[in-house]
T-cell receptor
Framework: DAGVTQSPTHLIKTRGQQVTLRCSPK?????VSWYQQALGQGPQFIFQ???????QRGNFPDRFSGHQFPNYSSELNVNALLLGDSALYLC??????????????FGPGTRLTVL | GESVGLHLPTLSVQEGDNSIINCAYS??????FIWYKQESGKGPQFIID?????DKRQGQRVTVLLNKTVKHLSLQIAATQPGDSAVYFC?????????????????FGSGTQLTVLP
């Protein structure tokens, strides 16, 4: 049973560029959440996708956008990259179901460096 | 704004001793709390969770204590092993309504680096 997978593992971009990160959820999961983790900090919630719609959003600008596909995989897009966007981007999957704890399983992350 | 924070950024313990990692939260509406372990180069790994209607929950070598009066959460690790060395995060959450079609949105603290000394 494959867990959460993310690609690429590492990425280097320059300021002003755009980036797309990808996530495949754990088998059987239908919800994907994205988090940004700056060095030495805890993860910060960006947004969450369920049924191909953005359901919740954290305090991130519109430069951060996403998408969920019918197979539940998801993309995170960041436009007009800033140096401060350098971070580990984590994807977490879960299952929206009644009575569940909605335990979130995290992928290994994509390390984005903006130069 | 509401936040979850940790008291100590680093903790060093001798192998075999017990470890206690503390966490303070400020959102009184939070009803679910989770501890995660994050090893270098990896994503956070679920350790144990607790709901607000409980004050203690035990797992294998780990115990989580919740004190809602002072909004404090702790993780106790018994007989700490070298493999326990990692950053530990507490996270809190307000349960979403089922009708919202949403899963949990976690708020994480800044983490505690646990180092196990030989």
């Amino acid at each position: 049973d494959a867990g959460v997978t993310q690609s690429p593992t590492h990425l280097i971009k320059t300021r002003g560029q755009q980036v797309t990160l990808r996530c495949s959820p754990k088998s059987g999961h239908d919800t994907v959440s994205w988090y940004q983790q700056a060095l030495g900090q805890g993860p910060q919630f960006i947004f969450q996708y369920y049924e191909e719609e953005e359901r919740q959003r954290g305090n991130f600008p519109d430069r951060f956008s996403g998408h969920q596909f019918p197979n539940y995989s998801s993309e995170l897009n960041v436009n007009a990259l800033l140096l401060g966007d350098s971070a580990l981007y984590l994807c977490a999957s879960s299952l929206v179901s009644s009575g569940g704890s909605n335990e979130q399983f995290f992928g290994p992350g994509t390390r984005l460096t903006v130069l | 704004g509401e936040s979850v924070g940790l008291h100590l950024p680093t903790l060093s313990v001798q192998e075999g001793d017990n470890s206690i990692i503390n966490c303070a939260y400020s959102n009184s509406a939070s009803d679910y709390f989770i501890w995660y372990k994050q090893e270098s180069g990896k994503g956070p790994q679920f350790i144990i969770d607790i709901r607000s209607n409980m004050d203690k929950r035990q797992g294998q070598r780990v115990t989580v204590l919740l004190n809602k009066t002072v909004k404090h959460l702790s993780l106790q690790i018994a007989a700490t092993q070298p493999g326990d060395s990692a950053v530990y995060f507490c996270a809190e959450n307000i349960s979403p309504s089922i009708s919202s079609g949403s899963a949990r949105q976690l708020t994480f603290g800044s983490g505690t680096q646990l180092t196990v000394l030989p």
